[in-house]
């Protein structure tokens, strides 16, 4: 029993050091335990354009993120959900084989598994051109074939977070279970956030709603949705936030200068 117990402080100190490393790295964590700052006007309406930033709905969970610096992102990519050019960075979660591909492009040079292997957890704290790109993990239920242990397997989902332009852009991935505060802590201020709304696949539409209004991100991208009603989703997350249907458009153009002033549901072509 000492010796557990002995294995467990170290593990947690272990854990608090690299979320210390994570927070001096990342801004999006530095300015959620920051007091607020003012950003000069002027500044930011020059800086705008330069530091806008694409996202292109491409499908099921995939989103591809476009940096100024030129560094292409897609998530929970297999493969199948292609726009535009080979992607620089894909993220994956091992839900299904609609989220990730053991078999991507060689050409691509950087392959981010949202599981990791030998029964620890993937952690991400890097940065890729322009862009820095971290993790936090959850647990998923486990399916048919997984073996035992249990209904669910620690770690075995990501929400990855990329830091770009003066944005803090999440995907939830396919999450399985509410978040606890020690998830929001790691996570930090998120102005951008996919969100998985099946209702089903993922969690009830109850759950990542509350999540959503916990997040409160300017933006909130819809994805892995199948029939779910949108308005039932818009009910759910409570009148604070708006709706902005973007029909025939796929693509959203966005900079830290031109987030909406009110959280927004910004439903993009074919979501």
Not at 37 to 42: D, E, I, L
Not at 155 to 163: C, L, P, R
Not at 190 to 212: A, C, Q
Request: glycine content about 10%; some cysteine.
């Amino acid at each position: 029993m000492p010796r557990l117990l002995a294995a467990l402080i170290l593990l947690g100190s272990f854990t608090a050091q690299a979320w210390a490393q994570d927070a001096r790295r990342s801004e999006c964590l530095a300015v959620a335990n920051a007091p607020p700052r003012a950003a000069p006007v002027a500044f930011r309406r020059v800086a705008a354009k330069a530091d806008e930033v694409a996202i292109t709905y491409a499908g099921h969970s995939t989103y591809y993120i476009d940096t100024p610096g030129g560094i292409r992102i897609a998530t929970d990519y297999n493969g199948a959900y292609r726009t535009g050019r080979l992607p620089d960075v894909v993220t994956m979660n091992r839900a299904h084989d609609t989220h990730y591909t053991l078999f991507p492009d060689p050409k691509i040079p950087h392959v981010l598994h949202g599981w990791g292997e030998n029964g620890q957890p993937a952690h991400y704290a890097m940065r890729i051109g322009d862009v820095y790109i971290r993790n936090v993990t959850t647990d998923i239920r486990r399916y048919w074939g997984e073996g035992p242990g249990g209904e669910m397997i620690k770690d075995g989902n990501s929400i990855f977070i990329f830091e770009v332009a003066g944005l803090c852009i999440g995907h939830l991935g396919h999450l399985h279970h509410k978040l606890d505060d020690s998830h929001f802590a790691a996570i930090g201020r998120l102005d951008i956030v996919m969100v998985p709304i099946d209702g089903t696949y993922t969690m009830s539409l109850d759950g990542v709603s509350e999540i959503t209004r916990r997040l409160r991100a300017a933006v909130v991208l819809p994805m892995h949705r199948f029939a779910t009603p949108l308005g039932e989703f818009m009910r759910l997350i409570g009148q604070q936030f708006e709706i902005d249907r973007r029909g025939g458009e796929r693509t959203l153009r966005i900079s830290r200068d031109t987030l909406p002033a009110a959280p927004t549901v910004i439903i993009l072509d074919g979501v």
